[in-house]
C-alpha cells in the first residue's frame, strides 16, 4: 500500500510540474506578443524605412534609407553614424520585394502538400510491393 502512495505521489506532483510549465509558456508567450505589438506601434514611425543594408565587417553597415521623400547613404559602426550622401531616388533600383515573398501560411500549406503527397507515395510503393510478394506467393502454390 506504501508503494501505490508513493507511485500516485509522484505522479501528482509530475502532473503539476507540468501543468506549472505549461502556465510559463503561456505567460511568455503572450507577454512577447505583447511587447513585439507595443514596440512595434511606438518605433514603427512611417516616415522613415532602411531601404537597404549591407554588411562590410562585422559590425559596420552601409545602408540606403529613406527619410520622408528622400534617400541617403549612411554608415553604421558599433558607436558611430556616418552620413556619406544623399542619393537621387532615379539611380536606384526600388523594386518591392516583401509583395512577392509568400507569407508563412502559403510556405506551410505548401511543405504540408509535399509531405502529404510524400507519404501517399510511400504508402503506394508499399502496398505495390505488398499485392507483388502475394502474386509471388500466390504463382509458387499454384505450381506446386
Known amino acids: 500500500m506504501l508503494l501505490y502512495a508513493d507511485r ?8 503539476t ?16 506578443r ?10 514603427g514611425g512611417k516616415n522613415i ?7 562590410l565587417t562585422t ?3 552601409l545602408q540606403i534609407v529613406q527619410i520622408g521623400d528622400e534617400y541617403f547613404a549612411i554608415a553604421l559602426g558599433k558607436d558611430e553614424v556616418t552620413f556619406i550622401s544623399k542619393l537621387d531616388k532615379d539611380n536606384l533600383n526600388l523594386t518591392e520585394v516583401d509583395a512577392d515573398l509568400p507569407g508563412f501560411k502559403e510556405i506551410f500549406e505548401k511543405a504540408k502538400a509535399k509531405l502529404v ?8 510503393i508499399k502496398s505495390d510491393s505488398n499485392n507483388e510478394s502475394d502474386l509471388e506467393s500466390k504463382k509458387s502454390e499454384n505450381q506446386e
Open 8 to 15: 500516485v505521489d509522484s505522479i501528482a506532483s509530475f502532473f
Open 17 to 32: 510540474v507540468l501543468v506549472i510549465f505549461i502556465f510559463i509558456l503561456v505567460i511568455t508567450y503572450f507577454t512577447t
Open 34 to 43: 505583447y511587447i513585439a505589438n507595443y514596440q512595434k506601434g511606438k518605433f
Open 49 to 55: 524605412k532602411v531601404i537597404e543594408s549591407a554588411r
Open 59 to 61: 559590425n559596420k553597415f
Open 117 to 124: 503527397k510524400k507519404n501517399d507515395d510511400l504508402s503506394n
